[in-house]
């Protein structure tokens, strides 16, 4: 095998996963459509409860000064949210959504934007995603890709029920973003101490909220000004790490 075979694995999952989607739920109630996203909505409020666990892990909270453990991922989601919002990341995501949409020849109506933007956002977060890409790069196996391939295939599956062809489109920033890792992965190896993996988790477990939130329809929450918090976490944890 090669260094990226795992994201192409992921690739392909996501596209059949949203593929059998939408065959799917084009023989469904619009009822039983909404029922399939609040169902998806509530299991991804489950995947963000396992990413918070090591905001109260013992290597965690002893790699960072006493009682800064909350302060680093609200630091993160603040600077995040205020560099994401002076980028319009998220009018930047629904633009991409809006013309994919129309390349793809969906109907104004549909919900390919509502779709492309919360799937991307849910197969790209999370700790599997960033290690198993990185595990790819350095050529130590792809076990933890095909793990979260099964998981995004059968995430894909759902969320295209109802939201359509979308969710298939995500696969390309999806591939992008896990193929970055994969390159520094080979590149650079192992960058990334386990305290700030687990920063990094923290703020994507919160984005995953966010987008909860969002397909329960009780706030629309602008996740994707919260992008940059992925990349910040890290870094103000190694800062305040310096501390110690």
């Avoid at 790069?137 to 391939?149: H, P, R």
């Avoid at 080979?186 to 988790?201: N, P, V």
Wanted: proline residues 3%; glycine residues 14%.
């Amino acid at each position: 095998m090669f260094p990226g075979i795992g994201t192409l694995i992921n690739i392909a999952t996501i596209v059949s996963g949203a593929t059998f989607g939408v065959l799917i739920g084009n023989r469904m109630k619009s009822k039983t459509r909404d029922l399939l996203t609040d169902v998806l909505g509530l299991v991804t409020i489950l995947g963000a409860g396992s990413a918070l666990i090591p905001l109260w892990s013992v290597r965690f909270i002893q790699s960072l000064p006493s009682g800064t453990s909350l302060l680093t991922i609200l630091g993160s989601l603040l600077i995040g949210g205020l560099i994401g919002s002076a980028l319009s990341l998220e009018d930047r995501l629904d633009g991409a959504g809006e013309y994919l949409r129309k390349k793809f020849g969906a109907s104004q109506e549909s919900p390919f934007v509502e779709g492309f933007v919360s799937a991307s956002l849910l197969f790209a977060i999370g700790p599997l995603a960033i290690l198993g890409s990185i595990s790819d790069g350095m050529s130590n196996g792809i076990d933890q890709l095909l793990l979260k391939s099964t998981l995004d295939f059968f995430a894909a599956m759902a969320f295209a029920t109802s939201l359509g062809w979308g969710v298939a489109v995500s696969a390309i920033p999806v591939g992008l973003y896990q193929g970055a890792w994969t390159l520094i992965g080979f590149g650079l190896g192992k960058i990334l101490s386990g305290y700030q993996i687990d920063a990094m988790t923290i703020v994507g477990g919160v984005m995953l909220i966010c987008i909860a939130l969002r397909l329960l329809k009780i706030r629309s929450v602008a996740v994707g000004n919260l992008l940059p918090a992925l990349v910040i976490a890290p870094l103000l944890a190694l800062l305040l790490h310096s501390f110690i």
